[in-house]
């Protein structure tokens, strides 16, 4: 069979396939614009790919992508680290971030516990939350969980973890529906969810 799509082109595809929510005719749509785009910008583009992991790290205390260690957040002497928001993406503290109404510190997870899936605590950023609660400097602990299964196993596990550790607990309050994740939250819905949290206890 003659392959009619170059193999350049074929192979750009199937990479891009590859991401999530990128099915084949979207990763053919995606790789067929950056070839109209003038060869620059390709080059620009795969540029960026290249450093990404170069330049990128997880920040060494709150564990989100940054280029510098500590993040600009946990770096930011305005912010409370006393309050430590636990989320389990990056994703979901860009949101949080977006609505404006949180000025602590936060705990990036990397997933949450899914055993059927093999995915236990020691999979997740959980000894090192345990960590910096030991250290003695943090006072209250905003678990914002996504309210899908998997997020309130890992909710429910935490509070259980975390019940005598001399820090308050809260969880996010009204204003999440439950099976949404939280990344998909409108700023207004998830800035009155932050501001009405209630005792996780």
Not at 32 to 52: C, D, F, T
């Amino acid at each position: 069979m003659v392959q009619i799509v170059p193999p350049a082109l074929d192979r750009l595809i199937r990479d891009l396939s590859r991401l999530p929510g990128i099915g084949n005719k979207t990763a053919a749509r995606l790789a067929m614009n950056i070839l109209r785009r003038p060869s620059a910008e390709a080059r620009e583009l795969a540029s960026a790919l290249s450093e990404l992991h170069d330049s990128i790290q997880l920040c060494s205390c709150c564990f989100t992508f940054s280029e510098d260690d500590p993040c600009v957040i946990c770096a930011d002497p305005r912010r409370n680290g006393a309050l430590v928001c636990v989320v389990e993406q990056p994703g979901d503290l860009l949101a949080i971030e977006k609505t404006g109404s949180f000025h602590g510190h936060y705990h990036i997870l990397h997933g949450v516990l899914s055993p059927m899936d093999g995915i236990g605590p020691g999979e997740i950023k959980v000894e090192a939350l345990m960590a910096r609660i030991n250290s003695g400097t943090i006072r209250e602990v905003l678990i914002a969980t996504s309210s899908t299964v998997p997020g309130e196993a890992t909710a429910s596990f935490l509070i259980d973890l975390l019940h005598n550790k001399g820090v308050a607990l809260t969880r996010l309050a009204c204003g999440i529906p439950m099976g949404m994740d939280i990344k998909y939250a409108d700023r207004h819905t998830l800035a009155r969810a932050i501001e009405t949290r209630t005792n996780a206890e």
